[in-house]
């Protein structure tokens, strides 16, 4: 029998919620593309309701326990310890979500020498040293899509809540002012601005869709173009190179997973080329970005505005600069985490672990690392290597 670890973010402060704002959710058929939606024999939780967190489970205790296994949730998770590290030694599957990652380090895979599943309720498996993943035969493998809409719908308010300064407009309502100079003096129109993302995969192009109708001018970059016909459909530029796109944007939005290729890719020479003034929305992963290097930017005005819900590590300690520097929108990781995603990785968790015991397949959509390589989706859009260098600086958030 299978011991699972699963490591989720914790309650609400005020309890776990004893009811909702909302009745229900909207039914959503299939992902832009077709791709189905998990399809898992059977769930036993209720759509809409509160699953990424300790108490939720990702409604997965009954059906775990029914087969014999055991589970554990906990989202104490960092340091030597944490419940997370005195749980590993003996577990077959960790289950961990990007926006409360458990860092599988290498250190921590050695460990752990029954663990032959690493599932991300989510997606983004850069919190898993790959490599090490690769080089044990571990499989590892995520949720592709379950969020991504999500994600979307995140950024474009990022971008309009950056251009338009909303949310230091809405602090003088709640100070009690009527500032409207001071409002304005950081504010303009996303009309004719030119956008332009960095990975134009599932998020990517479904923030360009959600663009369109601003009648914004549309660029991307990606290693592998869109076809033709997506091109002309939404007017897009695209460019051979970041650098290409960047000098000409007014917004950028990063759209690409974190692996050794785009680590540190918006470093101050990548910020020196972009426009002064110009926005930059990262929902994809702290990494991506050198944080020192974009609070200077912030600070000498070559950046307008920065805004994101991805740190490094996460938590971010509490003394981390994005919180305090100048004209930012952060959040903590939660673009992907709405009621509405969370029923969907709860449900493409449970898939995945029925195909695990059952001994079927796992869809190719969700495979990053299998049989000792990347694999699937991974084999695509990931390169090898390890990305989770420095996260044992997560355990700062508990200490401070
Ligand atoms: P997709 O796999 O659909 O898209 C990723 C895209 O990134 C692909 O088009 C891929 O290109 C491209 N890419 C890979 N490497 C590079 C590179 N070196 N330079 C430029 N482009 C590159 O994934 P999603 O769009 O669904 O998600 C993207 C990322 O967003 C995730 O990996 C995750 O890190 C983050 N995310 C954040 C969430 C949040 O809550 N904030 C939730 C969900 C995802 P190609 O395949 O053409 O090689």
Same mark, same amino acid.
């Given at each position: 029998?299978?011991?699972?670890?699963?490591?989720?973010?914790?309650?609400?402060?005020?309890?776990?919620?004893?009811?909702?704002?909302?009745?229900?959710?909207?039914?959503?058929?299939?992902?832009?593309?077709?791709?189905?939606?998990?399809?898992?024999?059977?769930?036993?939780?209720?759509?809409?309701?509160?699953?990424?967190?300790?108490?939720?489970?990702?409604?997965?205790?009954?059906?775990?326990?029914?087969?014999?296994? $055991?589970?554990?949730?906990?989202?104490?998770?960092?340091?030597?310890?944490?419940?997370?590290?005195?749980?590993?030694? +003996?577990?077959?599957?960790?289950?961990?979500?990007?926006?409360?990652?458990?860092?599988?380090?290498?250190?921590?895979?050695?460990?752990?020498?029954?663990?032959?599943?690493?599932?991300?309720?989510?997606?983004?498996? +850069?919190?898993?040293?790959?490599?090490?993943?690769?080089?044990?035969?571990?499989?590892?493998? =995520?949720? $592709?899509?379950?969020?991504?809409?999500?994600?979307?719908?995140?950024?474009?308010?990022?971008?309009?809540?950056?251009?338009?300064?909303?949310?230091?407009?809405?602090?003088?309502?709640?100070?009690?002012?009527?500032?409207?100079?001071?409002?304005?003096?950081?504010?303009?129109?996303?009309?004719?601005?030119?956008?332009?993302?960095?990975?134009?995969?599932?998020?990517?192009?479904?923030?360009?869709?959600?663009?369109?109708?601003?009648?914004?001018?549309?660029?991307?970059?990606?290693?592998?173009?869109?076809?033709?016909?997506?091109?002309?459909?939404?007017?897009?530029?695209?460019?051979?190179?970041?650098?290409?796109?960047?000098?000409?944007?007014?917004?950028?939005?990063?759209?690409?997973?974190?692996?050794?290729?785009?680590?540190?890719?918006?470093? =101050?020479?990548?910020?020196?080329?972009?426009?002064?003034?110009?926005?930059?929305?990262?929902?994809?992963?702290?990494?991506?970005?050198?944080?020192?290097?974009?609070?200077?930017?912030?600070?000498?005005?070559?950046?307008?505005?920065?805004?994101?819900?991805?740190?490094?590590?996460?938590?971010?300690?509490?003394?981390?600069?994005?919180?305090?520097?100048?004209?930012?929108?952060?959040?903590?990781?939660?673009?992907?985490?709405?009621?509405?995603?969370?029923?969907?990785?709860?449900?493409?968790?449970?898939?995945?672990?029925?195909?695990?015991?059952?001994?079927?397949?796992?869809?190719?959509?969700?495979?990053?690392?299998?049989?000792?390589?990347?694999?699937?989706?991974?084999?695509?859009?990931?390169?090898?290597?390890?990305?989770?260098?420095?996260? =044992?600086?997560?355990?700062?958030?508990?200490?401070?």
């Amino acid at each position: 029998m299978a011991k699972v670890v699963c490591v989720l973010y914790d309650d609400p402060i005020d309890g776990y919620p004893q009811s909702y704002a909302r009745d229900d959710l909207p039914e959503i058929k299939t992902y832009p593309g077709g791709q189905t939606l998990p399809t898992p024999k059977a769930v036993d939780f209720q759509a809409g309701t509160l699953l990424g967190s300790v108490s939720g489970e990702l409604g997965l205790r009954s059906y775990l326990e029914s087969l014999g296994h $055991t589970l554990v949730v906990t989202s104490d998770k960092d340091g030597p310890d944490s419940v997370f590290e005195k749980e590993l030694h +003996d577990a077959e599957i960790v289950i961990s979500q990007p926006f409360w990652p458990a860092y599988l380090t290498a250190e921590r895979i050695a460990r752990a020498p029954n663990l032959k599943l690493a599932l991300t309720a989510g997606i983004g498996s +850069d919190h898993v040293d790959l490599q090490a993943a690769i080089e044990r035969g571990i499989t590892v493998a =995520e949720v $592709t899509y379950c969020n991504s809409i999500s994600v979307s719908e995140h950024v474009v308010m990022m971008i309009l809540g950056l251009v338009r300064n909303y949310i230091p407009s809405y602090q003088w309502v709640v100070k009690g002012g009527w500032n409207i100079a001071d409002c304005v003096t950081r504010s303009y129109d996303v009309e004719g601005m030119h956008v332009g993302t960095v990975a134009a995969g599932r998020i990517g192009l479904a923030v360009l869709r959600r663009l369109k109708p601003f009648d914004v001018h549309l660029h991307y970059f990606d290693r592998h173009r869109l076809s033709e016909e997506v091109e002309k459909e939404l007017n897009l530029t695209w460019h051979a190179t970041v650098e290409d796109m960047v000098k000409v944007c007014d917004v950028v939005t990063i759209n690409c997973p974190l692996h050794p290729e785009t680590e540190n890719l918006f470093d =101050e020479k990548m910020l020196s080329k972009m426009k002064r003034g110009a926005y930059l929305v990262n929902t994809a992963r702290g990494k991506i970005c050198d944080r020192d290097a974009i609070v200077r930017a912030l600070e000498s005005g070559q950046l307008a505005g920065y805004a994101g819900d991805v740190w490094f590590p996460q938590p971010a300690p509490r003394d981390h600069p994005w919180r305090t520097m100048p004209h930012h929108g952060m959040t903590p990781h939660i673009s992907g985490t709405s009621l509405s995603a969370q029923t969907r990785y709860a449900a493409g968790t449970r898939e995945i672990l029925e195909c695990w015991f059952e001994k079927r397949p796992i869809r190719d959509d969700y495979l990053i690392v299998d049989g000792g390589k990347l694999a699937g989706v991974g084999a695509r859009s990931y390169s090898a290597g390890n990305a989770t260098g420095g996260s =044992e600086e997560a355990a700062r958030f508990k200490i401070a």
